[in-house]
């Protein structure tokens, strides 16, 4: 495995007797970090914003010109798991190129957000989840909902806000989950905000007397949020069994990642919060496959929280309504040749064989009839009811039970209520 070694050397400030109080104050003054990076390749460029009036554009230092790498083997997938990431992997690629003809057709309601270039990272993440860990994604982890047992007919009558979809109609793009089958967080808009939410979610599986996977994203932007150092401190603090993967896309919206943080890759941060981090390729399914695994194995032994960067590249704007303008052509041909789809079908047919080009095909025509059912099924299916409009958003009144799925605590039961005197006296305030 290549190691990236970090040397940080704390400053060197005047002391007394001519000793700098750096060497007083750490005696043991040179420290060495250790951040595995599982890539074939480091893509060695960056991005330069040049003006020009009130506009501006970006410019790439760097060669553009490697070969593009091999998929790395993976040290836990055998054929058919292999088989099945790629064939989620397939059907997340081709529901968003029916999403995006749906809206061109008028029948999406709001926009539509795409993780294409992003389906390794999506798809192979959640496949090293057991049934019994969670996941909170975000907008581009439609391939994460597939695997976590969503159906492209739901995401799809979700984007046309249908009667039948998860949220009935009552939210147009990403904003549904399953707390009881599923064991999936609702995305939550604003960025960072899942992580402290599935930190506390592995902390109650804690309570309940076990150690879970708690995976969620996070992109290069999101990162830079004060809520991210929270939630992931917190978690490391108390070995939660957070799995956060930085999905580094380059860009967040049209700011490129080179503007948002100093640091050359952002899995560093993890020597801040004292847990281990990793880099891994975002478009090579084995290493982000790998990557999960070891993080989920750690979580289930309450060994605490794993910050793992997925480099990659976003290769849409933002959203639907953004045509990407200001990204380097450059940069979507270096990347395009990095496609994960396209290279670990390679790597299934032509390199290890485990798939015949006859059943590559089978597999292929499999996905898209599935797809092209659930897309007919999602077209036909009817709007929510006018008369219904005014429920099914707010609560009311007894209109359901929230549940909790576990049962109360079974570890670490503190009695609920006050305790000191004043607490007693706070709660008598509060009421
Ligand atoms: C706290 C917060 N600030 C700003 C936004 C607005 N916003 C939504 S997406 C986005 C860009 C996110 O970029 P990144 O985190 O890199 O994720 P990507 O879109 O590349 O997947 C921003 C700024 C928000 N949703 N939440
Ligand atoms: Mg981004």
Redesign the pocket.
């Known amino acids: 495995m290549a190691k990236k070694k970090k040397t940080l050397t704390p400053p060197k400030t005047s002391g007394v007797n001519g000793r700098s109080r750096a060497q007083s104050q750490f005696p043991d003054s040179q420290r060495t970090y250790t951040i595995p990076d599982y890539r074939l390749e480091k893509p060695s460029f960056s991005l330069r914003q040049v003006r020009f009036g009130d506009g501006v554009r970006y410019e790439i230092k760097g060669d553009l010109s490697a070969p593009v790498p091999p998929i790395r083997q993976s040290k836990y997938l055998e054929a058919k798991q292999s088989i099945e990431i790629y064939r989620w992997m397939l059907l997340n690629r081709r529901m968003e190129t029916a999403l995006e003809n749906l809206y061109k057709q008028g029948k999406v309601v709001g926009g539509v957000y795409f993780g294409l270039g992003q389906e390794a990272c999506s798809c192979a993440s959640a496949y090293a989840l057991h049934r019994e860990d969670w996941m909170g994604p ?3 982890n439609q391939g994460s909902l597939l695997v976590r047992g969503f159906s492209a007919r739901d995401i799809m009558m979700q984007y046309m806000a249908k009667a039948g979809s998860p949220t009935k109609g009552r939210d147009a793009s990403s904003h549904f989950g399953d707390i009881q089958k599923r064991n999936v967080v609702s995305p939550i ?4 905000d899942l992580i402290p939410v599935l930190s506390g979610v592995a902390l109650g599986a804690r309570l309940q007397g076990r150690n879970i996977a708690a995976m969620t994203y ?6 830079s ?1 004060g809520v991210t150092y929270e939630g992931l401190n917190f978690a490391a603090v108390q070995k939660l069994g957070l799995v956060l993967f930085v ?1 580094n ?1 380059l ?3 049209s700011t490129p ?1 080179d503007m948002q943080f100093c640091v050359k890759d952002l899995a560093e941060r993890a020597i801040a919060y004292g847990i281990p981090g990793i880099i891994v390729d975002g478009t090579d399914a084995c290493q982000v496959y790998d990557a999960a695994h070891e993080a989920c194995e750690r979580a289930r032994h309450g060994q605490g929280p794993t910050l793992i960067e997925a480099k990659m590249m ?1 290769m849409k704007g ?1 959203a639907i309504h953004d045509a990407a303008e200001y990204v380097p052509k450059p940069l979507f041909e270096y990347w395009r040749k990095r496609d994960p789809i396209a290279r670990f079908e390679n790597y299934l047919v032509n390199v290890k064989r485990w798939l015949t080009r006859d059943e590559n095909e089978k597999l292929i025509a499999e996905v898209e009839a599935e797809l092209e059912a659930d897309r007919d099924f999602a077209v036909a299916s009817p709007m929510p009811d006018p008369e219904t409009v005014n429920g099914g958003v707010y609560c009311e009144a007894d209109c359901h039970q929230i549940k909790p799925k576990y049962g109360a605590p079974k570890v670490g039961v503190t009695k609920p209520g006050p305790v000191t005197r004043k607490e007693k006296e706070a709660a008598v305030h509060l009421k």
Do not use: C, F, K, V
């Open positions: 975000m907008i581009r808009s604003t960025l960072g996070i992109g290069d932007g999101g990162q949020t999905e896309n860009w967040g919206y990642a976003r933002h």
